[in-house]
């Protein structure tokens, strides 16, 4: 079969239309973006070093706890606690926290009651020191979980404790 000069001329026109109108299509619009909270489920042992040069490097003169994000999903938030002196001691009213020791050691105290206390939210109270707790050395490697309603205190630091800390939401009793 043989084409004319008329038909292969309009078939290159169609042609060129077509690749011209695909050509200004628009560009697809861009994904939604997400209103779901950042994920972060893996701190690498790199990772953990880096964050502990950092805490060190930006911790001011005075300052006992830099804290650094290490894992998020939802409601969960993983931290890496730097504390290179005493600080506050704390209440969470409807939290349990959970530590585990990266680095180092210290006394922690847990019960008794907030000395000076002083609310910091509406769900969190601070103190001086704590009065008639119960004090448990701590150190590398240890695994600690503070129910909630619980006064705890780092007291005395033996040089830098470096911790993993979470909050964990929720009313937790016995026999729950």
């Known amino acids: 079969m043989r084409f004319s000069r008329s038909t292969k001329f309009i078939g290159l026109a169609v042609t060129l239309a077509a690749a011209v109108a695909l050509a200004k299509q628009p560009a697809p619009p861009p994904a939604p973006q ?3 909270p950042q994920m972060k489920t893996f701190t690498s042992a790199a990772e953990a070093t880096a964050l502990v040069a950092k805490s060190k490097s930006e911790r001011k003169e005075a300052q006992p706890n830099v804290t650094q994000p290490m894992l998020e999903l939802g409601g969960y938030n993983g931290h890496m606690e730097y504390r290179a ?3 506050n001691a704390a209440v969470h009213e409807n939290e349990a926290e959970l530590f585990y020791v990266i680095d180092g050691s210290a006394t922690l105290v847990t019960g008794g009651k ?3 206390e002083k609310r910091t939210d509406a769900t969190n ?3 001086s020191a704590i009065e ?4 448990r050395t701590i150190a590398k490697g240890d695994w600690i979980l503070v129910p909630e309603k619980t006064p705890h205190w780092f007291s005395p630091i033996n040089g ?3 911790l993993f800390s979470m909050h964990v939401p929720g009313t937790f009793s016995p026999g729950k």
């Open 34 to 36: 997400s209103s779901a």
């Open 85 to 87: 002196s005493v600080g």
């Open 114 to 116: 907030l000395v000076n």
């Open 125 to 127: 109270l601070a103190g």
């Open 132 to 135: 008639g707790g119960t004090p």
């Open 160 to 162: 830098v404790l470096v």
